[in-house]
């Protein structure tokens, strides 16, 4: 039976890159009904509304999604997309893996899997300004809110996604010494998870700026790593610049009732529309998509011909020291699937 996806192409690179990665599915044999939705400027331009209840009634339906990077139109009235989606399904766990496969970079074995907590912290919008005497902005604070429950169940999802993926060790990343109640809540929590794991996976505790340190000059010695939703953000960024940049690492975010699967990069504004763009970061979120509901064989084949693509870096994107246009390079992923 065809598995229902939402299609949500994007703004600037965004349809371009999609439109490869459908392709791309399709010469791999997947059976996707694909339902197209609009989301971002296109959507502003469609109905003055960035995030259009048809798409999000569309992702309710499908409970799946592969999005292109959105555009947040800038000026008030508008809600920030990414987090509105992330709010409306509950999209608690942010997975971005990174892993060596260029060649000719500064590290070759670099396989860390990312998991950061999507909904908390102090992303959560509590964000204010405090007047003294004229000053209207004399002052500003933000709130991270750190929850039990939300704590649980990130780091039960990284530590079952340790063990189900046959991984062997889980670095709980925190910032405990000074932030005592938020980052301390989060680190307590883990900690007791942790034990649930004994045996089955080494766990080990990394305060965030000595983590940041060790990740650029030892890479290879983490594995999955658990964080809080700001410390993630930051981190993610980082280990992809360690396996080639941002065109290369996707994302997945999945919540109990839907997942929503993307590249970690944006709409690239300054190549839309010069059909340059690389696609592999989509390409890659695809084959997440692929694991996700359970067709682990063909995201292996996909990822494998996209690999060895990469590694020859014959036919590859401008981003990556090659010459090849978008079209060019899924033509290669394709020819080696
Ligand atoms: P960006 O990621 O779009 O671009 C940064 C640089 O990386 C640019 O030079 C761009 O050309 C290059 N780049 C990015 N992806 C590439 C690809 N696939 N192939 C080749 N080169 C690539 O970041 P930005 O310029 O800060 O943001 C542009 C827009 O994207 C903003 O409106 C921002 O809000 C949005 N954005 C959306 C998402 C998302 O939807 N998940 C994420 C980040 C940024």
């Known amino acids: 039976m065809a598995l229902n996806v939402t299609l949500i192409p994007g703004d600037g690179i965004g349809p371009s890159i999609t439109d490869a990665t459908v392709r791309l599915l ?3 044999g997947a059976d996707i009904t694909w339902d197209r939705q609009l989301a971002g400027m296109a959507a502003v331009t469609a109905y003055n509304d960035p995030i259009p209840e048809a798409t999000l009634d569309s992702i ?37 893996p990174a892993k060596s496969v260029l060649p000719g970079l500064r590290f070759s074995d670099v396989d860390i899997v ?28 933000s709130v991270a809110v750190v929850t039990r429950q939300g704590s649980e169940r990130i780091h039960r999802y990284a530590f079952d996604y340790a063990v189900t993926h ?9 910032k405990a ?33 000595a983590c940041a340190m060790e990740l650029v000059m030892r890479p290879e010695r983490f594995d999955v790593i658990v964080t809080t939703n700001l410390f993630g953000d930051i981190l993610s960024d980082l280990t992809s610049g360690l396996v080639g940049g941002l065109g290369l690492t ?13 590249a970690v990069h944006g709409t690239a504004p300054d190549i839309a529309g010069k059909g340059i763009a690389n696609p592999t970061a989509v390409m890659f979120a695809a084959c997440q998509l692929l694991d996700h509901v ?20 014959k036919t590859v994107t401008g981003d990556i020291g090659g010459t090849a246009t978008t079209d060019q390079y899924t033509d290669a992923v394709i020819s080696n699937l």
């Open 26 to 28: 399709a010469a791999a």
């Open 60 to 96: 309710r339906r499908t409970k799946l999604a592969l999005k292109g990077p959105l555009e947040t139109p800038v000026g008030k009235g508008f809600r920030s997309i990414n987090v509105a989606l992330r709010k409306a399904f509950d999209l608690y766990a942010n997975v971005r």
């Open 114 to 141: 990312l998991v950061r907590e999507n909904t908390e912290g102090l992303y959560i919008g509590i964000e204010n300004y405090i007047k003294v005497g004229e000053d209207e902005h004399a002052a500003a604070q």
């Open 166 to 174: 046959g991984r062997k060790k889980v670095t709980l990343v925190h």
């Open 177 to 209: 010494n000074i932030l005592k109640y938020s980052q301390g809540l989060f680190l307590e929590v883990g900690r007791a998870i942790a034990k649930e794991y004994e045996g089955r996976l080494t766990v080990e505790e990394k305060i965030v700026d």
């Open 250 to 262: 996707p994302g997945a975010n999945v919540g109990k009732n839907a997942a929503i699967f993307e």
């Open 294 to 313: 359970g067709d682990t064989s063909r995201a292996a084949r996909v990822r494998g011909a996209i690999e060895e693509t990469l590694r020859a870096r």
